[in-house]
Structures are given as structure tokens and as C-alpha cells.
């Protein structure tokens, strides 16, 4: 099976909560009420997001978290790699050298055409696109 991380399916939730509130800054505790997510986990995850340039953070009494763009401007697949790292199925799909069979391997180029096939799948879906599904609105299909 092919899936994102548990961490990155939580991150794209924590996203979504932002999204609901854009130019407003949550405390972790408040996104964490929203989501029904446990505190040290919204804080993990935040502290990644930050560090990814997704979520911009805010210290003091009137502290916590609001989206560092708008949500039109950041991708799935932005959210993904902050948490999950480079989007690939194989080595090669990344593009690394690293694997010994690859200048011989029949179906490396297969992959790395179906590992980017995902990705621009992924990238194609912005958090404002997750945030009008919920609200009941259809999106169209990336590709």
C-alpha cells in the first residue's frame, strides 16, 4: 500500500483548521479543540510546519499559528514533504543514484513517470481546494 504518513494526514487537518481562520492567529490548544487532536501532537506538527515556512508562529499571551500564505498558494504536496520529506515510491523516483540495478533496470523509468505522475497529482490540490471539499463543494481532478 501507497500512503502518506499518519503525521502528514494529521498535518493536512491541522492546515485545513488554519485555512478556516485566514489572517487569524489559533493557539495550538485551540486547533488542537478544533481537530480533535492531541495537544503534543499539534505542537509537533506545527513546529514542523514552521519550520517549512507553512505556518508562521507567534509567541506571547496572544500567541500561536496562522498560515504564512494564503491557502490558494500552498499545495498538498507542500504539506506532505514538510512532514514525510521528498514525495517518491523508489530510490529512483527521487532521482538518487543509488541503487546498483538502476542503469540496467527495466522499469526505473516506469516509476520515476508514475512517482511524478503523484506529485504533480499533489501539487495540484491546494489547501484552499481541501477546505471547500469539506464544505461540500467539488473539486476538479488534478491532470
Known amino acids: 500500500m501507497i500512503r502518506v504518513s499518519r503525521l502528514a494526514d494529521y498535518a493536512s487537518v491541522v492546515m485545513a483548521c488554519l485555512a478556516r481562520h485566514p489572517g487569524e492567529v489559533l493557539p495550538a490548544a485551540q486547533i488542537g479543540e ?16 514552521a519550520q517549512a515556512g507553512l ?8 500567541g500561536g499559528y496562522r ?7 500552498i499545495s498538498l504536496a507542500e504539506i506532505v514533504e514538510a512532514l514525510d520529506g521528498p514525495i517518491g515510491l523508489t530510490e529512483c523516483s527521487l532521482g538518487h543514484a543509488g541503487c546498483q540495478r538502476q542503469s540496467f533496470c527495466e522499469v526505473s523509468r ?30 476538479a481532478r488534478a491532470g
Open 55 to 62: 505556518v508562521d508562529s507567534f509567541r506571547g499571551a496572544a
Open 34 to 49: 478544533d481537530t480533535h487532536l492531541e495537544l503534543p501532537t499539534v505542537s509537533k506538527l506545527l513546529k514542523r510546519l
Open 110 to 139: 516506469d516509476w520515476q513517470g508514475i512517482g511524478a505522475a503523484i506529485d504533480n497529482a499533489l501539487r495540484g490540490i491546494s489547501l484552499a481546494d481541501l477546505s471547500r471539499r469539506r464544505s461540500g463543494v467539488r473539486v
Open 67 to 73: 498560515l504564512a500564505r494564503s491557502a490558494g498558494d
